[in-house]
């Protein structure tokens, strides 16, 4: 264990933390598992911060990931993929 900046030491292990972390955050944990992290949270000051740190950067993907390209790089790409190019090889 380690201790924070206020002398608090963090009973999970960093890296076991932080995938249960991702784990809560994505739903994927049974409700057995949902309450202790959350305990766990609402007592370890890093773990809260982490898992702010956490909702802040996924709330920040999802707004970035509402937002549409413009019409006309659609228009280019899409003009792109569609375009089919071939090489051609011949053995000498």
Known sequence: MTADQHGHECRVAQDASLERLYQYLDGA???????????????????????????????????????????????TIMTRITQISTTTVTWG
């Open 29 to 75: 944990l049974t409700p057995e598992d949902i309450e202790q992290v959350r305990a766990h949270v609402a007592e370890c000051p890093d773990c809260r911060h982490q898992k702010e740190l956490e909702e802040l950067i996924r709330s920040a993907v999802r707004r970035c990931c509402q937002e549409k390209a413009p019409a006309q790089l659609r228009a």
